[in-house]
């Protein structure tokens, strides 16, 4: 079993940008992102593999940036230009599917003005 704890949320105004972390208490080969928003199903965002391929969802291309440190099991969310429709609480689990079991509390981010 992993346990991941995810950090960094905040709220930002719209064209800003935060640093997402999250810890994993173990290593995994590929670690992802996910967010849900209000009234909305869970949704993929970005996933990295130990070899540090990536692959974003489309609504996150370009703006966006997942990286990850194999010594710390810790992977990264950068988020640039943030817009109000990012607002989500943010989870990191194993990727490109998620394990159930492994989904942790997730952190806030809200982009308003």
């Known amino acids: 079993q992993v346990r991941f704890v995810e950090s960094g949320g905040d709220l930002v105004q719209p064209g800003g940008s935060l640093r997402l972390s999250c810890a994993a208490s173990g290593s995994t080969y590929a670690m992802a992102w996910y967010r849900q928003a209000p009234g909305k199903q869970r949704e993929f965002v970005a996933v990295?593999?130990?070899?540090?391929?990536?692959k974003y969802a489309d609504s996150v291309k370009g703006r966006f940036t997942i990286s990850r440190d194999n010594a710390k099991n810790t992977v990264y969310l950068q988020m640039n230009s943030l817009k109000p429709e990012d607002t989500a609480v943010y989870y990191c689990?194993?990727?490109?599917?998620?394990?159930?079991?492994?989904w942790g509390q997730g952190t806030q981010v809200t982009v308003s003005s």
């Open positions: 990295i593999t130990g070899g540090g391929s990536t």
């Open positions: 689990n194993t990727g490109p599917i998620p394990t159930a079991a492994y």
